[in-house]
């Protein structure tokens, strides 16, 4: 059975939840079986991640690209392993496999650039006195409401 990672624990749903197989594309064996969970499980990772949002978002933006980068290099120390993986569970072909690690170990290498790449700019004496700063902030939630007129 494959477990949930919740906080920083493996774990297989206590309930006795029904669980689904996974398929091996090439063989049609059944190879592994997932948890089907519940709200029970559902809570427990978002209290989890309720607990350590506190802790990390006062974790300085350099200790969470050093974390990035040891992601990183687990990703390629086990590159092999994981395109195997990957064949094995979505049937594709060894080297497809190793394309999409690839492609997401790029996806990492991007999030560790992120600070250098989401940081503002701040240009000195734009005009006479005047300085110019750009800050970046995160979006928040928005909508926009549009209409068609129909007056003429």
Not at 14 to 39: C, W
Not at 116 to 134: A, E, P
Request: proline content about 6%; some cysteine.
């Amino acid at each position: 059975m494959i477990p949930n990672l919740i906080g920083s624990e493996w774990r297989v749903p206590s309930n006795g939840a029904a669980s689904l197989p996974v398929y091996n594309p090439a063989t049609g064996q059944v190879i592994e079986q997932v948890p089907v969970s519940g709200s029970q499980e559902v809570d427990a990772a978002v209290q989890a991640a309720l607990k350590a949002y506190p802790a990390w978002s006062r974790t300085a933006v350099m200790e969470r690209v050093r974390l990035m980068f040891r992601y990183k290099a687990l990703l390629e120390d086990h590159f092999e392993e994981l395109a195997a993986i990957i064949t094995r569970h979505h049937g594709k072909t060894l080297d497809e496999s190793r394309g999409e690690v690839r492609r997401g170990i790029e996806v990492v290498d991007f999030a560790c650039g992120a600070p250098t790449l989401l940081q503002g700019r701040t240009l000195r004496d734009v005009s006479g006195g005047v300085d110019q700063d750009l800050y970046r902030y995160p979006p928040s939630a928005c909508a926009r409401a549009s209409h068609l007129s129909t007056s003429r």
